[in-house]
């Protein structure tokens, strides 16, 4: 049976709040999903955020969902996507402990995306990445141009900080292997597309990207 944990983990700036969703069988990965920017609402209990978790634990990962540095019972203050990485960072050496010799995937929605992101490009613990309503207008991704590990783009067609066709246009110049997935009619949040956005992440978790070579 699948269940959940909530505990606090040690930071680079003192205790980090998260929560633990394990799947009902042994978890075949280990993966840490972030939230969106915490000066505008983001947090680990948000709905997408939840349900991209949800949709990783129904194909076997044991999942950790956490608050950066500030938010909730986290402590620290807000750092600009620097000390986020470190959080991040932290959240995977958690993982490591917990789920010690699993493939680890990193992923996130919107700020929290661009934090895994530039993350998990560097850190040879992660095996696959997830994006979610990538902010391309707020900041380039360009440093994905020399990543070639398995990615998941889902991206809204109407996202105002990102459109679909701009995610096209970026997705096309990265070395594969990358899926892209662009829900129609979706804004930034997924208002009301919740469901085709968790579907995309299930399927993609589906294939193991994670056991890529």
Not at 84 to 113: H, I, K, N, T, Y
Not at 127 to 133: D, I, P, S, T
Not at 188 to 208: D, I, S
Request: glycine content about 10%.
């Amino acid at each position: 049976m699948a269940f959940s944990e909530t505990f606090d983990f040690a930071g680079p700036v003192g205790r980090l709040e998260a929560v633990l969703m394990l799947p009902p069988h042994p978890p075949v990965a280990a993966a840490v999903v972030c939230h969106a920017h915490p000066l505008h609402g983001g947090m680990m209990h948000y709905k997408l955020i939840f349900r991209a978790a949800r949709a990783l634990q129904a194909q076997g990962a044991a999942v950790l969902r956490f608050n950066f540095r500030g938010v909730g019972r986290s402590e620290g203050q807000h750092d600009h996507g620097r000390g986020e990485q470190d959080d991040a960072r932290a959240a995977l050496d958690e993982m490591e402990r917990r789920c010690p010799g699993l493939p680890q995937v990193l992923g996130g929605f919107s700020f929290g995306s661009l934090v895994a992101l530039r993350l998990g490009a560097a850190d040879p613990r992660v095996r696959a990445l997830v994006a979610l309503g990538l902010p391309l207008r707020l900041e380039p991704a360009d440093f994905l141009a020399n990543v070639a590990k398995p990615r998941l783009f889902v991206q809204g067609e109407r996202d105002e900080f990102g459109s679909g066709q701009a995610v096209r246009e970026l997705v096309a110049r990265l070395p594969p292997p990358r899926s892209l997935v662009v829900v129609p009619e979706a804004d930034h949040f997924f208002t009301g597309l919740l469901e085709p956005m968790q579907q995309a992440v299930e399927a993609w978790a589906a294939l193991r990207p994670w056991e890529t070579p």
